[in-house]
């Protein structure tokens, strides 16, 4: 267990250093979606990058996450016919990878769009004792 | 397992019913977070309870929620000397319970202010076999 | 002048009646569009009512706002060969009615997606003398 | 006005150049505040800087803003006794303003915590003709 965890005694006895990676990777995924859905988007890289920067760096601050890479698919053509030269951040155009790690677990967390699913996907990728 | 989960497969082989039950609720948590913190309030029962309820069953349709309670704790007398006779809801305003359910497990999920820690914690209360 | 407007000594002194009502429309649009974006909506009409006025009652509770109309377009058959049964709601799911008043001018500004822009337009559709 | 405004015949016939910029200005502030608030922060300036500087990019994807400064306020000490080292961020961080122009007008709209009124107030500081 992590010796330094002030928030440990409110957590279920049995609950396991593996499931707690798992937990907070849940808390990750869900932080960016409901947070960052709904932001003005345009298709150029530059600014898109500084976005993804900004999401990934903000969800860092959350506890035991190792690492956050935030990847936005938006098509640089992006008016495609319409009036306007930008939209609004949808969940399809997430792809967002998190590893949280907790004691001697680490669990990496994926966000994507499945297309046989026509859904958002919050997933766990691997799940790896660390040592 | 689950033999209806279209999802199922894109997770790691090794990751138990009992670890997606835990996922869940923390996918559960911070999505009601991150999507109602700003929402204009006020101390108003009636108000404050269509809102408990509306973030309930937008919380319920995610998958594998069984239960989600709401609770909202506002003070009636909220304008406190203010100008205005509402304010954005918080972190600390929110109590909520999600019971998420993979395969025969179940796992009771937390989040509420905690004085001691000043932190809105989102934690694992209870981890249940349910067959 | 609205007598009892804590804020109204922060405005630009030239700022008329009328464009305060307008002001306080827009906000009140993009108030909802952001705020609410992202939550998890389903076909069914009940569960869509419900979220309609929880909606309504909180952006009612921002100052100068007489009336708030929020219709949610889901349609009832939502699931559309995907995996899951609901969605995030979009903003061309919107279809909002905001009443502002301000002094004796109300502004009656709109929210919805115009197919020919491709764009979920916020716009003010009608200001009146009141008095 | 504005001669390639593909909105502005949904607008109201006597809405004044004026007034339309007024409108932006009021959108522009509301969709920043009801879109960030709830963002993870910390009291690390370099971090502060890049999330500021991606809010003020989204900013500018909207119609009809010319420029958008944003600045959050937040301690660098900001754990203050607390068990975590960053906290969510709130209406009483943000210190924005957003110059709205349209045709021969443009408006100086201002979001920012007002102590006496105990208020994010969201007002219009200047307007000015251009040409």
Known sequence: MSPKDPAQRFFDKKMTERERAIFEGGI??????????????????????????????????????????????????????GAFNYRSLEGRDLDVTIISEYGSYKATSRMKYIPELKYVLMYVEKIEKTS
Chains 1, 2, 3, 4 share one sequence.
């Open 28 to 81: 990750g995924l869900a932080a960016i979606y409901h947070q960052f859905i709904g932001t003005p988007v345009s298709g150029d890289r530059g600014s898109l990058e500084k976005l993804e920067k900004a999401i990934q760096e903000a969800a860092l601050l959350q506890p035991h996450k190792k690492s956050v890479k935030v990847k936005l698919n938006i098509p640089s053509n992006l008016s495609d016919g």
